[in-house]
């Protein structure tokens, strides 16, 4: 007997195929498989045959009975095969535009040359028949999120339907985390949009769980002892990915903020893996929380796959993503790096677009204006759990196996191999969920 330790969807639940020795013919060798009651025997190829189970007959009795008889030389399972559609499959949202599939011009953060490269994960993941990111649990600690309709407030058009965990507001101690500025609803849309249902553009991880919880105020304001609130509260919910897309002035050290650390030291040992924003402060180090080593640190590319101009590098940088914006045009670069090559040219800048709003929490749209560190960590969070959901490297994996994992399946970008401006290169969704391009 062999591969019936193969994941169940890959062959048929209600037949096996046995295959016979080379001095057994078929007719030989079904009549032999007959004896065995186990099913219905049909021709197979010239030197074998597949036994259609019988009601109460499972795989494995059925395949241990046939193994028996004499001229059997194995049996295996009858494995399906699919049609290739999910091969060219496309996302009907239109992006800014009205045309299906026009997300792809308008997210040239997950689609373009230097985007996340989403399109063959999502199709990998289909292929498994599983939907992005569901499975996965990931909080976005931000100033609330619009997922729901209540008071004044509304549910982002584009969030619908998605599933909610554990939603908290630290501010209003209830349990409706609602946005009141639009980073944090513009934050947790690139991870959870809906995708391929015809209106707006897409999230990376769409079918994954949203855990909303508010630690910034409407003018994008917290504590530190808020903050670390509600990362506790997060990883004591089982929060797989923690996203914060916040940042302290970049001067502070570990000693200025014990609380931060203590907070992240505990996620990452309850499992949870956090993804936070470099920061936006133009220096050559990166700002807390961040700089954690129970972080992973994101820095922020644009659409020239170029460092942002405004975003933090250096030392514990651990990976960039499309964050939008400006290039950074004066770094030092290793001939022939993406830096020498395309960051030393003209490019357009170009924001980060995802469905949110500016000034009335009743209306939504896909605004021009959000680019950032705060923008790039959610490409990263997101792309945690479509990995989480693939199972491509188990179960359930720990934090430090998701961010080595994260890591090595990079694109690698500036100076080759790990550099303090790229860290390990531009996170790619289809390398890590091992898609192929």
Known sequence: MRGFDDPASSYSSTSVVVGFDP???????????????????????PRSAVVQLGKDESLRSAAKKLASKPGVSYVKPNYLAR???DDTWVPNDPGRGSTAGGWQSTQWNFAGQYGINVLPAWRKLRALQRTG????????????VAFEDRGNFRQSPDLAGVKI?????FLSR?????????HGTHVASTVFEQT??????????????????RALNARGLGDEMTVSRAIRYAADRHADVINLSVEFDVQLSASDLPGIISAMRYAKRKGSLVVAAAGNQ???????????????????????????DYSDYGSGLDLVAPGGGGDTFDIDTTPGSTDSTNCRVTHPSLPIYQMTFLRSVRSFSLPSIYQGTSMASPHVSGTAALVIASGVIGKNPTPAQLQAHLESTATDVGAPGYDLHYGHGIVNA???????P
């Open 23 to 45: 001095d057994t013919s078929a007719a030989a060798g079904s009549a032999s498989i007959a004896a065995a009651d186990a099913g219905s025997v049909e021709a197979g190829g």
């Open 83 to 85: 049609i290739s559609a």
């Open 133 to 144: 990111g569901r499975g996965a649990v990931v909080a976005i600690i931000d100033t609330g």
């Open 165 to 169: 965990k554990g939603a908290y507001d």
């Open 174 to 182: 209830d349990r409706h985390p609602e946005d009141r500025n639009g």
């Open 196 to 213: 391929d249902n015809g209106l707006a553009v897409t999230g990376i991880a769409y079918g994954a769980t949203l855990m909303p919880i």
């Open 282 to 308: 133009e220096a050559n180090r990166v700002a807390y929380p961040a700089r954690s080593g129970n972080a992973l640190s994101v820095g922020a590319t644009t659409v020239s796959g170029c460092l942002a």
């Open 430 to 436: 289809a390398n890590a969920v091992g898609a192929t």
